[in-house]
């Protein structure tokens, strides 16, 4: 790269060039009279318009100097502001597309937030279906049971037991043809809530010992689906009525009250 050359050494150059001049035309020139030189034979008004003469041309050509220079600085400060303007452009341009670039990631995750809170409330209504149908099945199979147990282990036995006018205890046999799980259930209620009774027993009335345990699972069944029952919907609510669970209930846990007083009784 080229060196450049400042023009305060140019013009000072010039400068002594100029003055060195000054000084040796004026010792060279010829001089009037006896005088031996020039310097020795100037008034002091000629010495004033010698350095007037020799100096007068430096103040102008410094002048210009300056000029010059200080339009060379105006240059390299426009050049400068004119990079710092470009600079500037540059650096609003990037902020501009960093602020799209912003903008498209914010919405951009602002979709993702509305797709992930989509598929939440999608989990959650699978979920919530999801526990509905467990709770259903678990009503639906606390139905099954209670119906099986009534149907294998009380169907065809002697499941009661009452007392005659005399004291003695008899027992009473349940026995049903059904084949719906509705009909053998409401049997069995009406079963232990009046059969008994139109055979002429009175009270107190129980279940048979033997079948206790039977009871007691059957018991554990009914209240199960009672739980279950308000979890499922109105239709299992529709069908707890329709089978009579809370009559089945009450009528059932006396019964198995009254067993475990008589057999403490005996004991």
Known sequence: MKRRIS???????ASVIWLAMGIGLGW???SPGECSGTFACLSANEWGDFLAGVFAPLAFFWLVAAVFIQSQELGAQRQEL??????LKLTRDEMREQREVMRAQ???AKKQAEFIAVQTAILERQEQTAEKERVISSFEGALADIANTIDYDFNGKMAAWGSHSSGAMARVKFSSEANAREELTREFLSFLTQTVTHQGLGPPYG???ELM????YLLGYIRRALELAPA???REEVVVKQ???RDLEQALTTMIDATREAIMRMT
């Open 82 to 87: 004119g990079l710092t303007r470009e600079e």
């Open 232 to 234: 499922c919907g109105p």
């Open 106 to 108: 914010a919405d951009e």
């Open 243 to 245: 089978l009579q669970l």
């Open 213 to 216: 345990s039977s009871a007691e």
């Open 7 to 13: 023009p305060f050494w140019i013009f000072g150059g």
């Open 207 to 209: 279940i048979s010992a």
């Open 28 to 30: 060279s020139a010829a």
